[in-house]
C-alpha cells in the first residue's frame, strides 16, 4: 500500500469563532495531503505537468467524523487506491494520533488531460512506469 503521512496543527486562520475548523477546510487538507504524497512518491502536479499532462479533481467527497479544535495536533493520512482506469485515486484519513479520533474519511479521482485538455482515455505511459517502479504492475 502506498501512502503518505503528513504532520501538521490546525492554524487560527482555518477556525470559526466557537474554535472548530471550518468544514471547507478539511477538502484543504485533502490536498495538502495530495501534495505530500506527490512529494514523497514523485507523483506529485508538476511531475504530471512535465510528463504533458494536467490531472483535475472529478470527483472528491468528505465524511466528517468529529470536529477538529484550534491548536491540535493533525495527521492527514494519504492512501493511493491502484484501479486499472486511466485516473488516479486516493483516499484520505484525518485524526489525532495521539487521542486516535477520527475527524475524516474521504476519497477523490484525478483524470489526465493533455495540455490542450483533452480527456486522455488510456493510462498515460509515464504513469505505467511509475506503476511498475512502486511494484504495482509486473516489471
Known sequence: MLK?????E???SEVDSMGIVWHGHYIKYF????????????????????KGFFIPIVN????????????GPLTIETRYIDTPAA??????KLYNKESGDVYATGS????????????????????????????LLPA
Request: charged fraction near 35%; hydrophobic fraction near 30%; include cysteine.
Open 87 to 92: 485516473k488516479i485515486v486516493f483516499e484520505y
Open 31 to 50: 490536498e495538502d495531503g495530495r501534495e505530500a504524497f506527490g512529494r514523497e512518491h514523485n507523483l506529485g502536479y508538476m511531475d504530471v505537468y512535465e
Open 108 to 135: 477523490s479521482e484525478q483524470v489526465f488531460l493533455t495540455r490542450e485538455r483533452e480527456l486522455h482515455l488510456t493510462v498515460p505511459e509515464f504513469f505505467v512506469k511509475w506503476k511498475k517502479e512502486k511494484g
Open 4 to 8: 503518505n503521512i503528513k504532520e501538521t
Open 60 to 71: 472528491i467527497n468528505c465524511s466528517y467524523k468529529k470536529p477538529i479544535e484550534y491548536n
Open 10 to 12: 490546525v492554524r487560527f
